[in-house]
Antibody, heavy 120, light 109 residues
Framework: EVQLVESGGGLIQPGGSLRLSCEAS????????MSWVRQAPGKGLEWVTV???????SYADSVKGRFTISRDNSKNTIYLQMNTLSVEDTAVYYC??????????????WGLGTLVTVSS | SYVLTQPPSVSVAPGRTASITCGGN??????VHWYQQRPGQAPVLVIH???DRPSGIPERFSGSSSGNTATLTISRVEAGDEADYYC????????????FGGGTKLTVL
């Protein structure tokens, strides 16, 4: 059974840093595209970043230069390092997987999410 | 970057058919995916590649895409279908490759 479990969320002051983790089971993260998607309170889904199976990455403009996605194949886990956090980063952060495809990109499995609250 | 436009809300009576649209420039040339998000829950993929249903998704859910509009259709709507629905495409040539629509709240009357 495929499972994604996020952890690491919490309350952090503006300007601070936080690292989220997403541990996968039932499949191998290095053979899939892995994304972080966030949802601010009462708002829609916002794609944040992806790490491709070949380790290339892409980021939304809103987080570029502040957030870094990485992967530990030995732990079957992906991470999101978030620096210089602002109140606008307050959201539930979901980890999601995508099957490798040259013609489309969709998120077939999602974790339950972890809440990040940036507030003084 | 590519923009997807959804109506904020759609209402439908139980047993009727709901149609949720997703507009984008020449969206028919892209593969469109749809997610259902019930209150307090994580999103669930209900349609991928325009019209394919993942395992476990009822046949009542179907999708189509042509021109500048993609549509998610839910037949014989049930109370449990009340949720937010999001469309998504992959804009592969962009530095912002994964694009979501703003979401549509489906209300079952």
């Amino acid at each position: 059974e495929v499972q994604l479990v996020e952890s690491g969320g919490g309350l952090i002051q503006p300007g601070g840093s936080l690292r989220l983790s997403c541990e996968a089971s039932g499949f191998t993260v290095s053979r899939n595209y892995m994304s972080w998607v966030r949802q601010a309170p009462g708002k829609g889904l916002e794609w944040v970043t992806v790490i491709y199976s070949g380790s290339g990455t892409s980021y939304a403009d809103s987080v570029k230069g502040r957030f870094t996605i990485s992967r530990d194949n030995s732990k079957n886990t992906i991470y999101l390092q978030m620096n210089t956090l602002s109140v606008e980063d307050t959201a539930v952060y979901y980890c999601a997987s995508s099957p490798v495809s040259g013609s489309s990109f969709y998120l077939d499995y999602w974790g339950l999410g972890t809440l990040v609250t940036v507030s003084s | 970057s590519y923009v997807l436009t959804q109506p904020p809300s759609v209402s439908v009576a139980p047993g009727r058919t709901a149609s949720i649209t997703c507009g984008g420039n020449n969206i028919g040339s892209k593969r469109v995916h749809w997610y259902q998000q019930r209150p307090g829950q994580a999103p669930v993929l209900v349609i991928h590649r325009d019209s394919d249903r993942p395992s476990g998704i009822p046949e009542r859910f179907s999708g189509s895409s042509s021109g500048n509009t993609a549509t998610l259709t839910i037949s014989r709507v049930e109370a449990g279908d009340e949720a937010d629905y999001y469309c998504q495409v992959w804009d592969s040539g962009s530095n912002h490759p994964v694009v979501f629509g703003g979401g549509t709240k489906l209300t079952v009357l």
